[in-house]
């Protein structure tokens, strides 16, 4: 971790506003950037720095925080400052992790609906349990039409000579209703791989 203890000639940075601050402390990140620290740059008047240095909303920090928006605290937090510093500087730059988590949801409804918790999680690199709290949350449970497993293309599945966890992830639903929904089918329509199946 570099750090500087005085202000070192011609070190200096503009911040996300355009204001140019002269550096007094770098921290290295495991991001790829440093975490700036300084004094808003002197005038002509005289020096600016004045007190302990502050953090600089530097545009390599307004990148990262924006890039994870829906991330957990842990990781949004995951940086060499205090916490209350860096809620501050989130705060003034217009980040919030509950408003963020909810408008991305609620900006993808649509996938919500159509997709199973575990595809939405996927197809947009998003941890599976939160993804299926906001569909319940915005869509409500998804009730699927009266015998809706008789489908060729989920008998299909439910036939494959796979594990019932595998064809659980497939169809979106528990490796206990797989379960179920195999011995239905080995009822009604018997099948001798079934009960093989059964034992997955």
Known sequence: MKRYK????????WDVDHDLWDVREARATKHGF?????????????????????LISTPALRDYWEQNRTKRHGEVFDLPAGRTTLKRARKRLGFNVVDDTEAFFRR???????????????????DFHVAMAWRLRLVGRKARPLGWWRDESVLAILRQPITHREAGEQLGIKTSHVHRLRVRMQAEFGSGETELLLAA
């Open 108 to 126: 993808r409804k649509g996938d919500l609906k159509k997709l199973s918790a575990r595809k939405f999680a996927e197809k947009h690199e998003v």
């Open 34 to 54: 440093d975490l700036l620290f300084g004094s808003p740059a002197s005038t002509p008047l005289g020096s600016a720095i004045t007190g302990l240095p502050r």
């Open 6 to 13: 005085y202000p070192p000639s011609g070190v200096q940075v």
